[in-house]
């Protein structure tokens, strides 16, 4: 006889696949850029370069946070992930006019981070839990969180 938690893996389904559209973030950056060159001086070129930089620290950190996914769990990485992309809107405050370095060692650096430990969490967490189903869940998840991006 199946566990309760077995028979209702549909709200980790749903919680992964939020999960996923929150951190698919960066990928809004364009909506923000013109605001934050306006806000801060920053050239259009200046502003530009914060998704990308997102990405590499997102590539760099998604290391760190599979071994804390491994060595402790996903949830761990996960609260962690989330800790640092709360700590990287509130950083934004901390970006200077004329000097986007701020905006890229605050927001940039700190975001990429949370998004490395988060990302790599959510999916390993859905996959455990759909492990006999893992193309449906990867699928699903993936899915939606795509069309929120054409959303945006």
Not at 11 to 36: D, E, H, R, S
Not at 51 to 68: C, D, E, H, N, T
Not at 111 to 127: D, H, I, R
């Amino acid at each position: 006889m199946r566990t309760f938690l077995e028979k209702c893996r549909w709200p980790i389904l749903a919680a992964a696949t939020l999960m996923k559209c929150i951190v698919f973030f960066p990928n809004g950056w364009a909506v923000f850029q013109p605001y934050v060159s306006e806000q801060l001086g920053y050239t259009a070129g200046e502003a530009a370069l914060a998704m990308p930089l997102i990405m590499v620290f997102f590539a760099l950190f998604s290391i760190p946070g599979g071994r804390v996914q491994d060595r402790l769990s996903p949830r761990t990485a996960a609260w962690t992930g989330t800790g640092l992309i709360g700590l990287a809107f509130l950083s934004v405050r901390l970006a200077r006019p004329g000097q986007p370095l701020t905006l890229y060692l605050g927001f940039c650096l700190l975001y990429g981070a949370g998004y490395g430990f988060l990302f790599p969490a959510a999916n390993a967490a859905l996959l455990k839990w759909y492990a006999d189903r893992t193309g449906f869940a990867g699928g699903v998840s993936s899915s939606v969180a795509g069309l929120y991006l054409v959303a945006q």
